[in-house]
């Protein structure tokens, strides 16, 4: 059960005017997102196929049109509610991803949690926010941390205010309090990271560029090798609250794993995909790609056809 722990109140921003965000004109290339570092390594295939799965055709549901993708998250309690970010904020959806309307934050969200209890954290290059309504509301956090150049953010699923923090110049730090106080747990590189919690235990999962897959169950202190992943370089990373199922992205798609990331299927969408998020259930996956274009799957990444 989640903690009734939850970040201070803020009160700064608030929402602008929606405006559909569907159908305007791609800007420019992505840019670097969560998990990604200035030099990756290959990593042997894992048993994973890279051949696309058969049948249905394959249809963006919009193309966002920003200049940039970072991050992708479902929003508690409904599957018709996304979060994506990108270098200018975080954009919205309520109705699965036909139509998406900004929030009233102008920062680069180049990670995104949002929480159980509604609040929403963002870090990113120089970027370090909450909102505790929603996404009405912003303020900056007031932290300890040596630098806010962020590129991997990790929130616990059993814990709102428990975070994990790499920083672009090394190290992983862990917060017990909302973001405020930090302390390094890890000296090494964890450029992809997903906090999930298996039978009351948080573990995180990350990417070790010189490894592949690795995970922790002492908050990033020592980790152990999952094995390579199915296709580097790694992307973006999601995974559902109890860590069975996970997806991975990357410069030839989207795949899943359904045991922890001990095994991963057949890519299930092709392209080089930059953000990706799937469901509590597992049922519904999601995925933007380098042209920015929205994908949604609600058969668990079997088939991707447009909205009906």
Same mark, same amino acid.
């Given at each position: 059960?989640?903690?009734?722990?939850?970040?201070?109140?803020?009160?700064?921003?608030?929402?602008?005017?929606?405006?559909?965000?569907?159908?305007?004109?791609?800007?420019?290339?992505?840019?670097?997102?969560?998990?990604?570092?200035?030099?990756?390594?290959?990593?042997?295939?894992?048993?994973?196929?890279?051949?696309?799965?058969?049948?249905?055709?394959?249809?963006a549901w919009t193309r966002l049109g920003?200049?940039?993708?970072?991050?992708?998250?479902?929003?508690?309690?409904?599957?018709?509610?996304?979060?994506?970010?990108?270098?200018?904020?975080?954009?919205?959806?309520?109705?699965?991803?036909?139509?998406?309307?900004?929030?009233?934050?102008?920062?680069?969200?180049?990670?995104?949690?949002?929480?159980?209890?509604?609040?929403?954290?963002?870090?990113?290059?120089?970027?370090?926010?909450?909102?505790?309504?929603?996404?009405?509301?912003?303020?900056?956090?007031?932290?300890?941390?040596?630098?806010?150049?962020?590129?991997?953010?990790?929130?616990?699923?059993?814990?709102?205010?428990?975070?994990?923090?790499?920083?672009?110049?090394?190290?992983?730090?862990?917060?017990?309090?909302?973001?405020?106080?930090?302390?390094?747990?890890?000296?090494?590189?964890?450029?992809?990271?997903?906090?999930?919690?298996?039978?009351?235990?948080?573990?995180?999962?990350?990417?070790?560029?010189?490894?592949?897959?690795?995970?922790?169950?002492?908050?990033?202190?020592?980790?152990?090798?999952?094995?390579?992943?199915?296709?580097?370089?790694?992307?973006?990373?999601?995974?559902t609250s109890d860590g069975r199922s996970?997806v991975l992205g990357s410069t030839e798609?989207? +795949? /899943? =794993? #359904? !045991? $922890? &990331?001990?095994? @991963? *299927?057949?890519?299930?969408?092709?392209?080089?995909?930059?953000?990706?998020?799937?469901?509590?259930?597992?049922?519904?996956?999601?995925?933007?790609?380098?042209?920015?274009?929205? +994908? /949604? =799957? #609600? !058969? $668990? &990444?079997?088939? @991707? *056809?447009?909205?009906?």
């Amino acid at each position: 059960m989640a903690s009734k722990r939850s970040l201070p109140r803020v009160r700064e921003r608030r929402t602008p005017p929606r405006r559909p965000w569907s159908a305007i004109a791609l800007l420019g290339g992505a840019a670097a997102v969560v998990g990604i570092v200035a030099v990756y390594l290959t990593f042997p295939p894992s048993p994973a196929q890279t051949t696309p799965p058969v049948g249905g055709e394959t249809v963006a549901w919009t193309r966002l049109g920003t200049r940039d993708v970072h991050s992708l998250a479902f929003g508690p309690g409904s599957t018709d509610r996304l979060l994506f970010g990108h270098h200018g904020g975080v954009l919205e959806t309520e109705d699965g991803g036909r139509t998406w309307d900004p929030l009233a934050v102008d920062a680069d969200a180049m990670g995104m949690r949002p929480a159980e209890d509604g609040s929403i954290v963002i870090a990113g290059h120089d970027v370090f926010q909450a909102s505790d309504d929603a996404g009405s509301t912003w303020a900056s956090i007031p932290t300890d941390l040596p630098s806010l150049d962020i590129h991997a953010f990790a929130r616990d699923p059993d814990d709102p205010l428990r975070m994990w923090a790499y920083l672009a110049a090394g190290g992983l730090y862990e917060s017990l309090d909302g973001g405020i106080g930090w302390s390094e747990v890890f000296d090494g590189h964890r450029p992809a990271l997903v906090a999930v919690s298996r039978q009351g235990v948080t573990v995180l999962v990350g990417l070790d560029p010189f490894t592949g897959l690795v995970e922790s169950d002492d908050g990033g202190r020592s980790w152990r090798g999952l094995g390579p992943p199915p296709s580097s370089p790694v992307l973006t990373l999601a995974a559902t609250s109890d860590g069975r199922s996970m997806v991975l992205g990357s410069t030839e798609g989207l +795949f /899943r =794993s #359904d !045991d $922890g &990331g001990a095994s @991963w *299927s057949e890519r299930l969408l092709a392209g080089t995909v930059l953000a990706a998020a799937i469901s509590e259930d597992g049922s519904t996956v999601a995925a933007v790609t380098r042209e920015t274009d929205f +994908f /949604r =799957s #609600d !058969d $668990g &990444g079997r088939t @991707w *056809s447009g909205p009906t």
